[in-house]
């Protein structure tokens, strides 16, 4: 069983960064791929970043390519996910998951095995 917490999140003006960070407890997520996913009010769940167990491959989602960054610390045991140039649209409750995905299969939410309980962020305009 892997526990997910992510921390981080807040309240930040348009243009703005924030650092989400994902702690896992339980067992290693060293041989898991992990992901970001996203849920703004109202709307559906939705990809925003992720990485596999070993950090080497990377992938996004347009929305938020080129400005957030997805990077891991598996002696930590822990994912974290860097905003940049943050935009009201991102506001939402960022949700770290972690599954044994591979490749393209990683980006659907049904792919993930373990999910955080998610933490808010909200961007002003």
């Known amino acids: 069983q892997v526990h997910l917490v992510e921390s981080g999140g807040g309240l930040v003006q348009a243009g703005g960064s924030l650092r989400l960070s994902c702690a896992a407890s339980?067992?290693?997520?060293?041989?898991?791929?992990m992901g970001w996913f996203r849920q703004a009010p109202g709307k559906e769940r939705e990809f925003a970043a992720g990485?596999?167990?070993?950090?080497?491959?990377?992938y996004y989602a347009d929305s938020v390519n080129g400005r957030f960054t997805i990077s891991r610390d598996n002696a930590k045991n822990t994912v974290y996910l860097r905003m940049k140039s943050l935009k009201p649209e991102d506001t939402a409750v960022y949700s770290c998951?972690?599954?044994?995905?591979?490749?393209?299969?990683?980006?659907?939410?049904?792919?993930?095995?373990?999910w955080g309980q998610g933490t808010q962020v909200t961007v002003s305009s």
């Open positions: 998951a972690a599954s044994l995905c591979s490749g393209y299969g990683c980006y659907a939410p049904g792919a993930y095995d373990y």
């Open positions: 339980g067992r290693s997520i060293s041989s898991y791929s």
């Open positions: 990485i596999d167990w070993s950090g080497d491959s990377t």
